[in-house]
C-alpha cells in the first residue's frame, strides 16, 4: 500500500488549502483514510478521517466545520479541504491509512503512511 501526500504550501490566515492523498491499493473500500498533523518536537495529531465503506467521517474539535475530508473514488484519492486557516493550522501534515472501520483516533492506530506535506498558515 502506498500513500502519496500533496497539496501543501503557504497561505495567510484565513485562506484556504486543499491537502490530496493518492493510494495505491485497488480494493480500498475496507480502509479508514485519516490525515494527521506534527509540529516539531510534538506529537503527531489526528485531524479527520473517513471509512471508505460507508463514507462516514469524524474530526477533531480543532478543525470541526473548517476542514473537510473527502474521497473521488475513480481517482483514488481523499481530499482535506482547509478553509478558514489560521496559524495554529502550521504543520506538516500526514495521510494515513488503516484496515478497518473503527473510531481510530491515534496514530498507533494506522498501518500506512504517506509522505508529510508542509502546510504555513502566516498571521
Known amino acids: 500500500v502506498q500513500l502519496q501526500a500533496s497539496g501543501g504550501g503557504l497561505v495567510q490566515a484565513g485562506g484556504s488549502l486543499r491537502l490530496s492523498c493518492a493510494y495505491s491499493v485497488r480494493t480500498f473500500g475496507s480502509y479508514t483514510m485519516a490525515w494527521f498533523r506534527q509540529t516539531p518536537g510534538k506529537e503527531r495529531d489526528f485531524v479527520a478521517r473517513m471509512a471508505l465503506s460507508s463514507g462516514a467521517t469524524f474530526y477533531a474539535d480543532s478543525v470541526k466545520d473548517r476542514f473537510t475530508i473527502s474521497r473521488e473514488n475513480g481517482k483514488n484519492t481523499v481530499y482535506l479541504q482547509m478553509n478558514s486557516l489560521k496559524p495554529e493550522d502550521t504543520a506538516v501534515y500526514y495521510c494515513?491509512?488503516?484496515?478497518?472501520?473503527?473510531?481510530?483516533?491515534?496514530?498507533?492506530?494506522?498501518?500506512?503512511w504517506g509522505q508529510g506535506t508542509q502546510v504555513t498558515v502566516s498571521s
Open positions: 494515513a491509512a488503516t484496515y478497518g472501520s473503527g473510531n481510530y483516533y491515534w496514530a498507533r492506530n494506522y498501518s500506512f
